[in-house]
């Protein structure tokens, strides 16, 4: 099963933010998503996810065109992201901000709590559970915000920024985080990241944007050594 965006186009005004750009996530697939700032990749994912419609082009999961559908009908087909900022609800504890996550998803208050504590121990929160969430550490929100996407079981997870503020040794442990998320639920990951350290060592393959087009996709070893997008990023230092 793949998620794929196929030439889709995103207007604002006068504005291409994104122009004809195809990308397709494979189920297992680690993706980055990359490029300046401006270069159209949140909207990329705001198209992939239900929250933005496309002027033109398609949107399928499987077999399914999703072109069009409302947002739930996005996350039915197993599509779940998160966002720059983590807004956690801040009057309740830990492990009740991720039961919301799957009371929402239909599960009953006793077995959301459940669900919830296993999927706090596999983010290595099991310890903040029963914590005010306003007593987190920018980090733990993140994993927070985590946990809570993963209470929708999702097919294809897409993280946009996820190690914004973090310090290396924080960014260290999102990485390997990410890939006991991808083994553990079987899913495709997209990640929108600036951090071009932690995209190269977790990437399987890498999708270049800029100015809403693509200049380049590969594997990670490919994308250091590409000019084209050495020359979008104004020098080398941010591909080591």
């Known amino acids: 099963m793949h998620l794929e965006a196929r030439a889709v186009t995103v207007r604002f005004g006068g504005l291409v933010a994104v122009d004809q750009v ?14 300046p700032n401006g270069a159209g990749k949140t909207t990329l994912v705001n198209v992939l996810s239900g929250f933005q419609r496309p002027l033109a082009g398609a949107i399928i999961a499987g077999e399914r065109d999703c072109t069009g ?30 039961e919301v ?7 009953g208050r006793a077995q959301a709590r459940r669900r919830a504590l296993d999927v706090l121990g596999e983010l290595k929160l099991a310890d903040k559970a029963h914590r005010s969430a306003a007593a987190l550490s920018y980090g733990e929100e993140r994993r927070v915000g985590l ?32 890939v006991d998320i991808r083994s553990n639920y079987g899913c495709g990951v997209l990640v929108i990241e600036h951090n071009m350290a932690l995209v190269m060592n977790l990437c399987d393959s890498i999708h270049v944007l800029d100015s809403g087009r693509t200049i380049a996709t590969g594997t990670p070893a490919e994308i250091r050594s590409h000019a084209g997008v050495r020359r979008a990023y104004l020098g080398t230092s941010r591909l080591q």
Do not use: K, M, W
């Open 147 to 178: 946990a809570r996407a993963l209470a929708a079981d999702p097919r294809f997870l897409l993280l946009d920024e996820p190690a914004a503020g973090l310090a290396a040794a924080e960014a260290d442990d999102l990485r390997a985080l990410i």
């Open 69 to 98: 559908l409302p947002r739930h009908g996005f996350a039915r087909a197993g599509i779940v992201r998160t966002f720059q900022a983590v807004r956690l609800f801040r009057g309740l504890t830990v492990s009740e901000n991720v």
């Open 101 to 107: 996550g799957y009371v929402a998803h239909g599960l």
């Open 22 to 35: 195809s990308v397709r996530l494979e189920r297992g697939e680690i993706l980055g998503l990359i490029g």
